[in-house]
């Protein structure tokens, strides 16, 4: 059983930056993606960023321009850089994993990020 462990959340305030780590019990190169979601109080979890296996990455449109997500082959690891956060970037952040092979997403536990105004 894959895990993820989730580090780095915790109250920020508005304009503040926030580093988001999530490092996998398993060879992230295994993934086919790797990625940061998030949901907010009565929402439905959205995706924020992910990167695929070579690099390719992919941004929601209220990430892009001040979120960056990186993938460490070497420790298993993605980064979620994170600036100028806003009120309403406040959520819990999952880490998530997938794979093709057996179309599956693998979870973090979720750090919460409250961003104070």
């Known amino acids: 059983q894959v895990q993820l462990v989730e580090s780095g959340g915790g109250l920020v305030q508005a304009g503040g930056p926030l580093r988001l780590s999530c490092t996998a019990s398993d060879s992230v190169i295994r993934f086919n993606f790797m990625g940061w979601y998030r949901q907010a109080p009565g929402k439905q979890r959205e995706l924020v960023a992910d990167?695929?296996?070579?690099?390719?990455?992919n941004y929601a449109d209220s990430a892009k321009g001040r979120f960056t997500i990186s993938r460490d082959n070497g420790r298993n690891t993605v980064v979620l850089q994170m600036i100028s956060l806003k009120p309403e970037d406040t959520a819990v952040y999952y880490c998530s994993a997938y794979l093709y092979s057996n179309d599956y997403n693998y979870w973090g536990q979720g750090p919460q990020v409250p961003v104070s105004s």
């Open positions: 990167v695929g296996r070579y690099g390719t990455t």
